[in-house]
């Protein structure tokens, strides 16, 4: 499940809870977890776990469940687990009814207890953290509990499309849902696409017959009151359904509109040769801007920048940023250096900074250029950054990057018409 601003709510989450369990068992028993029921005791002990954990989580970085995708973003496991461990330094209200949950009990013993309830303590902080960040992408409110309760309405559609899809085999349970006996092959399995053409009222009646097929009651028909506001409102239910489809679709292209960038660029550059071809026919040549980039040759029509010769000063928070985004040490300066010798286009989008730049690059040569100096690509993939990871270097969204490359893209067209006319 996507929703705006949530990262733990995909099938991931489970190797990222598999990750911190594993890591947190080996770090409690280092910091003496037989004292977390002392008075006192909980709050110092929180930085001895979190410095622990950390120290075991990076240790594992190298296995493959800890390089493994955490969500359609680009968040490994790691990084997801990293987060979420650091976000509990930072709430400390888990960590004190995670220490009140263990103390004094057997379950600091058993290693299968005090790992639930190791998971369970990051299942509740997983939910507090999307919901937070979902307010802050929205503007709307939300509460863990309502996250949750996505996530209920988003299973539930899943198993509602598995009926559906089987429709033969589980003729009397469709029926029910549907609310009428089934006399051929009914409609709506074939309108149900996505959970967006899920029914509000399909998914109460689906619950309502959870008991009668399966010997256990369905999420909205138990004594809790969990989604007691959800048991009488199917339209409220729909909404939900209808926002969940609505994101997954808007932002189903995950980072792939490079291709449609390349094949911009290809016809940019097309263009440009064309209006150079027929500014010489006309006896008016204007300096070919894109080759003199592209060779790495200095700009001999206008003198060049004071701070050119001097090494680009790279600020270290941003290599740590680099660190972060799963690219090389080292990279934010050598690419740095390496552009030096781009001549009038570096000179031209100084003030965008390097991260801009090398989108600008990224979108007007496509990705396989040769070109491009190998300090901008990463040693061992070969592979020049993409558009997530050099978000995550501007510390901006995806969306805020494209904008900023686009009009830095125009400025540079508008430049370099000035300069043939």
């Not at 960040?133 to 309502?146: F, L, V």
């Not at 010489?280 to 701070?307: F, V």
Request: aromatic share 6%.
């Amino acid at each position: 499940m996507r929703l705006p601003g949530t990262r733990y709510q995909e099938p991931g989450w489970e190797e990222v809870r598999k990750l911190l369990g594993q890591c947190s068992l080996a770090a409690l028993r280092a910091c003496d977890c037989a004292r977390l029921g002392e008075p006192g005791a909980a709050e110092a002990l929180l930085a001895d776990y979190v410095e622990r954990t950390g120290e075991r989580l990076r240790q594992a970085r190298r296995s493959p469940r800890a390089q493994a995708g955490g969500n359609s973003y680009g968040d490994t496991v790691l990084e997801l687990a990293m987060d979420l461990l650091f976000e509990l330094q930072a709430r400390p209200a888990d960590w004190l009814a995670f220490c009140g949950a263990v103390a004094g009990g057997s379950m600091v013993a058993e290693d299968a207890l005090l790992r639930k309830k190791v998971n369970d303590m990051y299942a509740v902080l997983r939910d507090k953290v999307d919901a937070d960040n979902y307010q802050a992408a929205c503007g709307r409110p939300c509460s863990p509990n309502r996250i949750y309760a996505y996530r209920m309405l988003d299973t539930a559609y899943g198993e509602i499309a598995g009926l559906f899809a089987n429709w033969e085999q589980h003729r009397e349970q469709v029926g029910a849902i549907l609310g009428r006996s089934i006399q051929g092959t009914p409609i709506e399995v074939r309108q149900l696409r996505s959970i967006s053409d899920c029914r509000g009222e399909w998914v109460l009646r689906w619950s309502e017959t959870m008991e009668a097929f399966t010997g256990s009651a369905g999420p909205l028909h138990t004594r809790s009151k969990r989604f007691a506001s959800l048991k009488t409102a199917p339209e409220k239910i729909g909404e939900m359904l209808s926002e969940i489809g609505d994101y997954q679709a808007l932002s189903s292209n995950q980072d792939r509109d490079w291709l449609q960038d390349r094949d911009d660029a290809a016809l940019w550059v097309e263009d440009y040769w064309r209006i150079l071809q027929e500014s010489e026919e006309a006896a008016t040549p204007g300096p070919d801007l894109i080759l003199e980039a592209r060779e790495d040759a200095l700009d001999t029509d206008e003198p060049p920048a004071p701070e050119a010769d001097a090494a680009p000063a790279i600020d270290p928070q941003l290599e740590a940023v680099a660190a972060a985004v799963s690219l090389p040490p080292g990279y934010m300066q050598a690419a740095g250096e390496a552009e030096e010798r781009a001549g009038w286009v570096a000179r031209e989008l100084a003030e965008d900074g390097l991260v801009v730049r090398l989108a600008v690059y990224a979108k007007l040569l496509g990705p396989d250029d040769e070109s491009y100096p190998d300090g901008w690509r990463d040693p061992a993939s070969g592979e020049l950054p993409t558009m997530q990871q050099l978000a995550g270097l501007a510390q901006v969204s995806l969306p805020t990057l494209r904008k900023r490359r686009d009009a830095a893209i125009a400025r540079l067209e508008a430049a370099t018409m000035r300069r043939t006319g």
